[in-house]
Nanobody, 124 residues
Framework: QVQLVESGGGLVQPGGSLRLSCAAS????????MGWFRQAPGKEREFVAA????????WYKDSVKGRFTISRDNAKITVYLQMNSLKPEDTAVYYC?????????????????WGQGTQVTVSS
């Protein structure tokens, strides 16, 4: 089992920044990376970003490229999502998840453990 603890969400004005953190514990040895997804009210969950543990390779949703940066601290088994230039359409519950080796990075089915989610609200 893997436990994920997310933090860093909150209310921010458009154009502002937030940094989300996701700390993993437990049996993480079978994973090769982690990802962030989000779900807005009335919408389906969507991929935001992902990173591999070993090489640090990254993947992003097109609409967040250049604004969001995913990073990791392997020693702490923690992944971060730095979000800049936030827009109202970024408002959602953000979830981190553990990627299963060999699975697609962009789809939720490729992830085996999920955090509880943290609310991000972008509003003036």
């Amino acid at each position: 089992q893997v436990q994920l603890v997310e933090s860093g969400g909150g209310l921010v004005q458009p154009g502002g920044s937030l940094r989300l953190s996701c700390a993993a514990s437990g049996r993480t040895d079978s994973s090769n990376g982690m990802g962030w997804f989000r779900q807005a009210p009335g919408k389906e969950r969507e991929f935001v970003a992902a990173i591999s543990w070993l090489a640090g390779s990254t993947w992003y949703k097109d609409s967040v490229k250049g604004r969001f940066t995913i990073s990791r601290d392997n020693a702490k088994i923690t992944v971060y999502l730095q979000m800049n230039s936030l827009k109202p359409e970024d408002t959602a519950v953000y979830y981190c998840a553990v990627h299963a080796t060999g699975s697609d990075w962009y789809y939720g089915d490729g992830y085996v453990y999920w955090g509880q989610g943290t609310q991000v609200t972008v509003s003036s």
